[in-house]
């Protein structure tokens, strides 16, 4: 009997064990979600804020957002162009393609694909105050995430040099005037590019009416005229160059300012790191968020860097904390797995839009694109052709001398040659707005080559 008892109680335990076992094995993640879902507190409601808004469709043609539009209490559509209706579904058969501003939309697939990786909530007390608690403006953190990408990457030299933040590109290339610049108001710094250049360059320098610097114009013109042995010139280096994408280098040889916003793989071939005294990067051409108003000098030398960070201090105390949080979340899914996931899906992207945009010219004897060379990319280890964020069209005909005119009579808008300070013969068409407008371009210049033939193609 006692053996009999022994055998029944040794059974029962080992029959509890296991179902214990199975319990905790089976529910340990339930539990912990039960756990963590209890934890929640103060975010639960701007998360659910949050996941209504994104939740709206739009038809995928348009966006909802927290801080847009409202009708009724509750956000509406904002539709793209082309797009109308409560739900952005109703296109507009005459809508013009509108291929002028530099919008990044393009890459807006990759980050709802990455929506949860790239999310931030942020509480009502974060960071209120001006400074980090070193005493600085600028995160460390971010400053590390920075010179990571650019090591993965190997599109600049970081170490040993010092870096800034700015709310964009733009503010920083005025911040880096301003520190190169004569100091003798007497004999003020002449401002060079060379044609086509960014127009920013000539608008910003016209509007600050600085004494210690002023426009000189065309590098090339400049040079022909001048000798650079008595006069002191600040040059701008636009790396790919904006309009036509080609990789500049300085003209003159003297102080300059690298502007490298396209200086990534999607864009160009990167042939080697670029390695000269001061070099800008934003964010909206690397990850598409051009609203988030991120950019970033690297300067050699600690004077000038002084001179820039005083600049942005005094113009700004510094770039806003809740930007820095939301930008390091961006870069950090930016370099998983090496950057291979972003800059493959925008390498792609902007390769399909180039093969379209190409097979359309080629039909063409009355427009031209700038030619396209293939360069070795130490990034993929493989000669590619660049990808230009623009088409660089040419009119051919001789009675075309305002190619933007031509263009708008067909209902393509894009920005005219002499806002590069180049000849009218020449328009600037965007191919980073979003796949709407993209397939809208595309679309009106298949009609406008095919008249060249005498019958209008189907696309």
């Known amino acids: ?56 469709s739009c038809s995928g043609h348009g966006r909802a957002f927290l801080e847009g539009l409202i009708y009724d209490g509750q956000p509406v559509c904002e539709c793209y162009d082309c797009y109308g209706g409560p739900d952005c579904s109703e296109l507009s058969p005459e809508c ?20 949860a990786d790239s999310s931030i909530l942020i509480p009502g007390w974060h960071r209120m105050s001006y400074r980090y608690d070193d005493y600085t403006m600028m995160s460390t953190e971010l400053e590390y995430y920075i010179r990571k990408l650019h090591s993965i990457v190997g ?10 933040f700015g709310v964009g590109s733009s503010q920083l290339l005025t911040a880096a005037l301003y520190a190169l610049s004569s100091e003798n108001s007497s004999s ?31 590098t ?15 040059e701008f280096v636009t790396s790919p160059n904006n309009p036509d994408g080609e990789l500049k280098k300085s003209v003159l040889g003297g102080k300059t300012i690298h502007d490298h916003a396209y200086f990534w793989p999607h864009f160009t071939p990167i042939p080697g790191p670029s390695d000269h005294d001061l070099m800008i990067f934003t964010l909206s051409k690397l990850s598409g968020h051009a609203g988030v108003r991120f950019g970033w000098a690297i300067i050699k030398d600690k004077d000038v860097y002084e001179k820039v960070l005083n600049y942005i201090s005094v ?15 961006l870069l950090k899914v930016v370099t998983e797995k090496d950057g291979k996931p972003l800059f493959e899906f925008a390498y792609n992207k902007m390769k399909d839009r ?20 293939p360069l070795h990319c130490n990034f993929y280890n493989e000669t590619r052709l660049p990808s230009p964020a623009y088409a660089w069209v040419k009119c051919e005909r001789e009675e075309d001398d305002d190619c933007g005119a031509v263009l708008e009579a067909s209902k393509i808008v894009g920005r005219s040659g002499s806002s590069f300070s180049a000849k009218n013969r020449y328009t600037r068409l965007s191919l980073i707005k979003s796949q709407d407008d993209f397939e809208m371009l595309m679309q009106r210049l298949t009609e406008l080559v095919s008249l060249e033939n005498g019958s209008v193609e189907t696309m």
Not at 155 to 163: C, S
Not at 188 to 206: D, E, F, H, R
């Open 1 to 56: 009997m006692k053996k009999y008892c022994y055998g029944i109680c040794l059974l029962i335990s080992i029959t509890i064990n296991i179902l214990l076992s199975i319990y905790i094995y089976a529910g340990g993640e339930n539990n912990q979600e039960i756990s963590h879902q209890l934890s929640l507190t103060w975010s639960e409601k701007a998360a659910a804020e949050a996941e209504a808004v994104a939740a709206i």
């Open 96 to 115: 013009v393609a509108d291929a002028d501003s530099g919008d990044p939309l393009f890459l807006e697939p990759f980050w709802m694909q990455n929506v």
């Open 155 to 164: 599109n600049a030299i970081t170490e040993g040099r010092y870096m800034v």
């Open 188 to 218: 003020p710094s002449n401002v060079l590019a060379t044609i086509p250049y960014y127009p920013m360059y000539k608008g910003q320098t016209v509007l600050f009416n600085s004494e210690n610097f002023e426009f000189g114009g065309d």
């Open 220 to 234: 090339n013109s400049w040079r022909s005229n001048n000798s650079t042995n008595n006069m002191d010139v600040v």
């Open 315 to 329: 113009a700004d105390m510094g770039i806003s904390k809740d930007t820095q949080l939301r930008v390091l979340k």
């Open 354 to 373: 180039w093969d379209r945009l190409t097979s359309i010219f080629s039909k063409s004897t009355r427009f031209s694109i700038q030619k396209r060379h």
